[in-house]
């Protein structure tokens, strides 16, 4: 897997938890939109897109399935978030 694209969409509210939500682009041909950029308690982290079920959960739509996935994922859309709010300056 390639991570050939991430585009990201800052968000404008000051002290929100939400910082940006981005898309990613998969070897050329399959996008995933909606990841959450969040500012946590332990700092910057993804949120992958997610519906609420029928209970009140809330359950992830895509998701990587291992570790080093999800870290790839993880550096590549904060990465572009850090380029994003480098331009804002």
Excluded: W
């Excluded at 991570?3 to 990613?24: G, H, N, P, W």
């Excluded at 041909?29 to 997610?50: Q, T």
């Excluded at 609420?52 to 572009?80: C, F, Q, S, W």
């Amino acid at each position: 897997m390639k991570i050939t694209d991430v585009r990201v969409r800052l968000v404008s509210k000051e002290d929100a938890k939400l910082k940006a939500v981005a898309s990613i682009t998969i070897d050329d041909c399959l996008v995933v939109h909606d990841i959450k950029v969040i500012n946590g308690r332990e700092g910057m982290f993804i949120s992958m897109p997610s519906r609420k079920t029928p209970d009140g959960e809330y359950k992830d739509i895509v998701h990587p399935i291992n570790t080093e996935t999800r870290e790839e994922l993880k550096k590549a859309v904060l990465d572009a978030y850090e380029q994003e709010t480098n331009k804002e300056e």
